[in-house]
């Protein structure tokens, strides 16, 4: 009998908008996005404002670092309000964003490079991208928060405490990264 | 002759030129073609921008004026991906970098287009409004060719403003720091002082923030000034 080689297709040209947060994202695409937040860091630690070796793990540490001290409390207050979403589920949201920011924060490496050469404004920017990669990644996370809680066939009422649930972890991760990034810089 | 068409084609419907191009065997063979338009368009538009100078100032603003173009566009399309990742649109490099190219092109060739009449203007107006004047073609012209990138991304996603706004202000931003690098673009008639690039001395910041304070009447000297009244007043009270 013949074997069948299987047909690895060629990504579509119109790439369709593909939902995330469904489930875990892999190891791969973890260590991918961590991989990103170090390099941001390490070139917002570079140029020509000298060098800042404390900024280097500087993204890492704050974004990675505020969602490992933030996940559980979500995690618990999740359960303890009786919320229909499996426990994976909810890691998967925030697996995903810190995934996603981390892609993000490998595209932003150009951009700092630059701004870290030609001007003394490298750390400043830093702190900017950080905080843009944090609000659009708590987006994220928050989104998948509420779309797992949906899939999982919850009711308006659990609807509206998941959505208060992620606003407000949202903001105690924001508190937290801003902490963590206060005794980083400083 | 398959330049000619190809403009053509930018100018009329640029979203059926990326769609064209983003595929396999179309991109190897159109994307030079693409950044041909491109470099004609800007040396074009950089020429005229150039002529306010005369002399060498027209072969090194048309020179410059591609990588004003092209250099902003390679450091922030990593980034794009990445925003429209976050937004749950996924598009692949080519697209992107395919749009990036049919936009740039677009946009040059519209400036290009607007070179005849900055330089009717150049003879009538002053160096500051004709600085002016060189922004407002570079906006004008720049918008149908960011329409064209944001039109190339798929349908879809959620959150999809917070992609576009910060889409367009990474573009802006290293566009102005791009163009800050690469300048004088335009010189004044009287000066002698001709070079392709100045020297690095801040940045294109704290250049609009000395702007911002000229335009309400306080000038930089001013302030130097001020700062040694201030010295010498401490010194009398001494």
Known sequence: MDAVMPIIEEPATMDAATPTGSSLPTVREVTHGLGGLLALGTAGALGAHGLTPHAMPGVLWTSAGALVLTGPALLVVHQFLGLQAAPDRVVGSMAWALAKAGQLAMGLVPFQVFFSVTTQRGPGLLALLLCGLGGTGLLAAMRGLVDAERDAGSTGTQLMHVRGLALAWAALTLLVGLRLGWEVMA | ?238
């Open chain 2, 1 to 238: 002759m398959t330049l000619i068409h190809r403009a053509a084609w930018l100018l009329r419907d640029p979203s059926g030129l990326v769609d064209h191009v983003d595929h396999d065997t179309h991109f190897a063979e159109e994307a030079p073609r693409l950044l041909g338009l491109l470099a004609l368009g800007a040396l074009t538009f950089g020429a005229v921008v150039g002529g306010f100078r005369g002399g060498l100032q027209v072969p090194f603003a048309a020179v410059k004026l591609p990588l004003l173009f092209l250099v902003p566009m390679m450091l922030v399309l990593p980034a794009l991906r990445g925003l429209w990742a976050l937004s749950e649109v996924e598009v692949s490099y080519r697209r992107l970098v395919t749009a990036g190219l049919v936009g740039g092109a677009r946009t040059a060739l519209l400036a290009a287009a607007a070179g005849p009449v900055l330089w009717l203007l150049f003879g009538l107006i002053g160096y500051h409004l004709a600085v002016l004047c060189f922004v407002a073609v570079l906006g004008v012209t720049g918008l149908p060719g960011l329409l064209v990138v944001a039109r190339a991304v798929p349908s879809g996603g959620r959150g999809r403003w917070v992609a576009l706004a910060g889409s367009l202000t990474l573009m802006a931003v290293a566009s102005m720091q791009t163009g800050w690098l690469l300048r004088p673009f335009l010189v004044r008639p009287q000066s002698d002082d001709i070079v392709l690039f100045r020297a690095i001395e801040d940045d294109v910041f704290h250049s609009l923030g000395t702007t911002a304070m000229s335009s309400v009447g306080v000038y930089r000297y001013d302030l130097v000034r001020e700062e040694v009244y201030e010295q010498s007043d401490l010194r009398g009270t001494r």
